[in-house]
């Protein structure tokens, strides 16, 4: 093979990228289509008599690779976190507050605002320049490969562009289907008499989650990136307007429409603005992302739970759109909760067909004052969950009926509690109520719990119905003829089942923990538990005081969490579920890392060298609980200058007193 081969192929690899750039991320064409397909079937037609001349990152290899028979997991080497919602000036104004008050800064605060896509986040991965890894979200910590399906995408960089990148990159993104190519993906789709899509976000997830990479090449799928993961051995910008730029220059195609703002008033000036065009974009969005320009700020903020503090995300209003409830039943979830829910006459709201909605719990019922039979108005909150925003009194039914709280469980047939100052009312049957058994089973098996693929609503109900479910731990004990008679089961189905339910069988104390349903333990406090227990018999053994030493659990959630463990019938539930192969690695708690382990600290007063938000951070790396009162149980007050009552009361009980060098030098030691 001769030289001028190689050359010619690697020149034609150079200019279609070059085109590709100009066209996808500059939007400055530099030459007309039939001059980019003339060079490209030149490239393929050389690939094809030459192929040991096909590399990876050929813009010939956007589709090819065989169907998968399923997804892989991704590990994210940094999560993916969610952003929390802003829907008023207000929760707007209160975010900017929240950022001056940690960075104790009195001028205004520089952000970049950015359209809020609806569309798939996703993860890339690029190592030594290459494309080698591309995720969904999935649960923030592990995601679904869909590698294949990236490559298909056009805009996207199978190389990075220019010669000098880190060598490991990660970027994120949203994928996303541009209005006009899916209006014509849907004209196409319904001539063919193939599935119709709701909405471009519903498109583009499809798409992205097909099993054949060939189908994915068909939809016109678009991506714009924003933010990085894990990025080794490189200098990162300073600035997350620099991210997008830096992003721009490697050849990711990045959102036109952002712009850099210097405080709260201009922030919302852009809302309104993009607001005021938000039917004329090329795309969906549904509000606008505000992230703090500066990311050592960024880094001093940090996360609370699943979500950053340095940005958030403020939505536009939900449509609401004009109904009639024909009819309300009361569903019974997981801890035994009685949720109001209304059926109603279809109709379309925010890209959906909605014939539900709720209404939360019996006081916002009378709060509302909604009625069988009324007209309401309807939305998607957050574009999401539908709910009955008011009724229209006007138009209300001389034959409408006022809604109310059954007597009586209408799945089981038990008491109804409600306990004086909780607007929600509770079945009494616990796991003997099949709806409880069933929302229990569910969340067990969810995605973020025990993760058992396969075990969805339809087969729990089967299960508990036919009796060969009776409690969680009964997963566990399911064999290949109970699964197979099922209903549109079959013998692979159920070996498919089988085989994810012992895969499940190794996890973390923390998903074990969250997976259990314990009233008010979400992810973050079953993180907590673990990380601070490292294993179940000491959290057996727990009393409410020692919940209350860690962070985020207060009074409620420790009694929850002492009564759920001290109950008979849940410890024979969790030795069983034990017995059948559950199991984790141990969380070796090193206390020569956590030298302060036990220890509570109190600050008071400014610090000069550092934010108290800082200090805290520092103490509780090193194992420290920092509370916010003195009592007897405190082992130091930190002083700071203008120290008050807490300082007062230290003396009093004689609490050991730090000054800021006392601190720096036990944080540096």
Avoid at 200 to 211: C, E, K, V, Y
Avoid at 412 to 422: K, T
Wanted: charged content about 25%; hydrophobic content about 40%; some cysteine.
């Amino acid at each position: 093979m001769s030289s001028d081969l190689k050359k010619r192929v690697k020149q034609l690899h150079e200019t279609l990228n070059e085109y590709n750039y100009q066209y996808y991320v500059l939007d400055d064409p530099s030459v007309p289509d039939a001059e980019y397909d003339k060079l490209f079937n030149e490239l393929k037609t050389l690939e094809s008599h030459h192929p040991d001349l096909i590399t990876q990152d050929s813009p010939t290899q956007r589709v090819g690779a065989a169907p998968l028979k399923q997804f892989d997991e991704v590990q994210h080497v940094i999560p993916m976190l969610s952003l929390e919602n802003a829907f008023t000036e207000e929760d707007v104004a209160a975010f900017d507050q929240r950022i001056h008050d940690r960075l104790r800064l009195n001028e205004e605060i520089e952000y970049v605002c950015e359209p809020k896509m609806d569309g798939l986040a996703v993860s890339l991965r690029y190592e030594k320049g290459f494309l080698v890894t591309a995720a969904t979200r999935g649960d923030g910590e592990r995601g679904e490969d869909i590698t294949v399906n990236m490559r298909t995408i056009t805009m996207l960089p199978l190389k990075l562009r220019g010669d000098s990148y880190p060598d490991v990159l990660e970027v994120r993104g949203e994928v996303f289907m541009p209005k006009k190519s899916f209006a014509e993906l849907n004209e196409r789709s319904e001539k063919l008499g193939e599935k119709v899509f709701q909405n471009p976000r519903n498109a583009a997830a499809g798409s992205l989650r097909q099993l054949d990479p060939k189908i994915t090449a068909t939809r016109p799928l678009a991506i714009v990136c924003y933010s990085l993961g894990d990025v080794s051995n490189w200098p990162i910008p300073k600035l997350q307007s620099e991210v997008l730029a830096w992003l721009k220059q490697l050849g990711f195609p990045v959102n036109n429409d952002y712009k850099k703002v210097t405080g709260l008033k201009a922030t919302l000036q852009f809302y309104d603005n993009l607001a005021a065009k938000r039917e004329k974009l090329s795309y969906e969005i549904d509000g606008v992302v505000y992230k703090v320009n500066n990311l050592d700020y960024q880094k001093r903020l940090g996360f609370v739970s699943r979500a950053p503090r340095w940005a958030i995300a403020h939505k536009f209003p939900a449509e609401e759109v004009l109904t009639t409830v024909l009819d309300v039943e009361f569903q019974v979830g997981r801890t035994g909760a009685l949720t109001p829910v209304a059926r109603l006459e279809p109709v379309f709201v925010s890209g959906v067909t909605v014939c539900n909605a709720t209404l939360h719990n019996m006081d916002e019922v009378h709060r509302k004052d909604v009625h069988i039979g009324d007209t309401v108005i309807v939305r998607r909150a957050g574009d999401v969950i539908p709910e009955v925003v008011s009724a229209i009194k006007s138009k209300r039914p001389a034959n409408a009926k006022a809604i109310r709280l059954p007597k009586s469980c209408p799945v089981c047939g038990s008491a109804i509690e409600q306990v004086e100052g909780e607007a929600v009312a509770r079945c009494t049957g616990g796991f003997s109520c099949p709806a409880q058994r069933k929302e229990a089973i569910r969340h067990f098996a969810s995605r973020r719990a025990m993760d058992i693929e396969g075990l969805g609503e339809k087969l729990v109900d089967q299960l508990v119905e036919s009796q060969l479910v009776q409690n969680i731990a009964d997963i566990y004990s399911l064999s290949l003829k109970d699964v197979a008679d099922l209903e549109r089961m079959g013998k692979k189905s159920a070996e498919n089942l089988l085989e994810a339910i012992e895969k499940s069988k190794k996890t973390t104390l923390a998903r074990f923990l969250y997976s259990l349903g314990i009233r008010e333990v979400g992810e973050a406090t079953a993180k907590q538990l673990a990380k601070n227990f490292g294993e179940l018999d000491p959290i057996f053994e727990a009393t409410e005081e020692s919940l209350q030493d860690i962070e985020d659990i207060g009074p409620v959630v420790a009694k929850y969490i002492v009564a759920f463990f001290s109950d008979k019938n849940n410890q024979a539930l969790i030795a069983n579920l034990i017995k059948s192969g559950i199991h984790w690695e141990k969380i070796v708690i090193d206390k020569n890392a956590l030298p302060l382990s036990g220890q509570t600290f109190v600050l008071t007063g400014s610090l000069n060298s550092l934010s108290r938000d800082e200090a805290k951070d520092r103490l509780e790396r090193l194992g420290a609980k920092v509370s916010g009162s003195v009592s007897a149980k405190t082992q130091f007050v930190v002083a700071g200058s203008d120290a008050g009552s807490k300082l007062s009361k230290a003396k009093q009980l004689g609490v050991p007193i730090l000054n800021e060098d006392d601190l720096l030098n036990l944080l540096n030691s």
